[in-house]
């Protein structure tokens, strides 16, 4: 599977952003679909995650400000940030897994500014 992401940008804090990732080769129902965050300096870490089911998780650090969801239609999954805040500012990457296998899309950079 092959992802492309998009959507990130520059925002102020308090706002929102929309993030895109769109699969091809693949349908995502077929995997775990995931967004992660690179900060500057810091490791890549898991900000939300949609089963091949329903159930989503969300980082603590996130929870009842994003939202991730899929798109069966579309083949893309979203990832819906609002009440950003500068600490979410980071490079995020939506991945699709399916038992040991990892796929990953390039970055997309969200920049919060105060």
């Known amino acids: 599977v092959q992802l492309q992401a998009s959507g990130g940008g520059l925002v102020q804090a308090g706002g929102f952003r929309g993030l895109s990732c769109v699969a091809s080769?693949?349908?995502?129902?077929?995997?775990?679909m995931e967004w992660f965050r690179q900060a500057p300096g810091k490791q890549r870490g898991l900000v939300a995650a949609?089963?091949?089911?329903?159930?989503?998780n969300y980082a603590d650090s996130v929870k009842g400000r994003f939202t991730i969801s899929r798109d069966n239609a579309k083949n893309m999954v979203t990832l819906q940030m609002n009440s950003l805040k500068p600490e979410d500012t980071g490079v995020y990457y939506c991945?699709?897994?399916?038992?040991?296998?990892?796929?990953w899309g390039q970055g997309t950079q969200v920049t919060v500014s105060s």
């Open positions: 080769g693949s349908m995502v129902n077929d995997y775990a």
């Open positions: 991945s699709a897994s399916s038992g040991f296998r990892r796929y």
């Open positions: 949609l089963g091949k089911g329903s159930g989503a």
